[in-house]
């Protein structure tokens, strides 16, 4: 079965930067839709970004041109480069992948496995 795992995450000072890794089994990338979201506690789920099968990238407003979101296809592999910090990007971050997309939007019905999160923690 297809599993999500996710790396990366720990604790930085606002202004600091994180890159996490989301590594799957059973599941390749590869012209497939896939993505990061994140989860304060208290509040709904939200979309961070996302990669579609023709390999756009699209972003919540809130992390443009702070956040990267890649994938290196030969190592199966997704990425989520976090710069500058701010306190409320803290959060669970969640990978999460599905099928062919090709729409340019963040839509989590789109993805059918998620991962079980890895922990971002960010302090003044």
């Known amino acids: 079965q297809v599993q999500l795992v996710e790396s990366g995450g720990g604790s930085v000072q606002a202004g600091g930067s994180l890159t996490l890794s989301c590594t799957p089994s059973?599941?390749?990338?590869?012209?497939?839709?896939s993505g990061w979201f994140r989860q304060a506690p208290g509040k709904e789920r939200e979309g961070v970004a996302v990669i579609n099968s023709r390999e756009q990238t699209t972003y919540t407003r809130s992390v443009k041109g702070r956040f990267t979101i890649s994938r290196d296809i030969n190592k199966n592999v997704m990425y989520l480069q976090m710069n500058n910090l701010k306190l409320e990007d803290a959060g669970m971050y969640y990978c999460?992948?599905?099928?062919?997309?090709?729409?340019?939007?963040?839509?989590?019905?789109?993805?059918?496995?998620w991962g079980q999160g890895t922990q971002v923690s960010v302090s003044t």
């Open positions: 059973w599941y390749t990338f590869r012209e497939n839709y």
């Open positions: 999460a992948a599905g099928g062919t997309f090709w729409g340019s939007r963040i839509d989590p019905s789109a993805l059918e496995y």
